[in-house]
């Protein structure tokens, strides 16, 4: 059976900062602390964390939803992609991210310690420089 996540993060800025950073390669690569070159455009691809992530977009709301097609190096050959959704809301205090990943190969449950290690704490460092 494949796996699946859902997490919850806040962070204290605009919906529109978090959703433009995703989606750029320098910020991305800024707010993660890995390597990225990401794309804007539906359709277009992307690498994170030096190639270890790829992945396309096969949807963007401005400001509000990412959905994005997701593998790493750890996958199978015959595995099928995964499919991560961030859905941006804006709150209070600034953000809440609200990330969806599924079709995740059965077994590799490490992407829930790797989305909040290697992706919630330092964008949350990197937001917080930004003010």
Request: glycine letters at 6%; one cysteine or more.
């Amino acid at each position: 059976m494949k796996e699946s996540l859902e997490l919850r993060h806040n962070f204290e800025v605009k919906p529109s900062v978090i959703y433009t950073a995703w989606l750029d390669s320098v910020q991305h690569t800024k707010m993660t602390g890995g390597l990225a070159e990401c794309s804007d455009k539906i359709g277009g691809t992307f690498t994170s964390w030096d190639s270890y992530i790829e992945g396309k977009n096969i949807e963007l709301k401005a400001n509000a939803e990412i959905i994005q097609s997701w593998r790493t190096s750890e996958f199978g050959e015959n595995d099928e992609d995964s499919k991560i959704i961030i859905r941006l809301k804006e709150s209070e205090n600034g953000t809440e991210l609200i990330l969806n990943h599924s079709n995740i190969p059965e077994g590799q449950t490490q992407y829930k310690k790797g989305w909040l290690e290697h992706y919630f704490t330092p964008m949350e460092n990197y937001f917080k420089n930004l003010k």
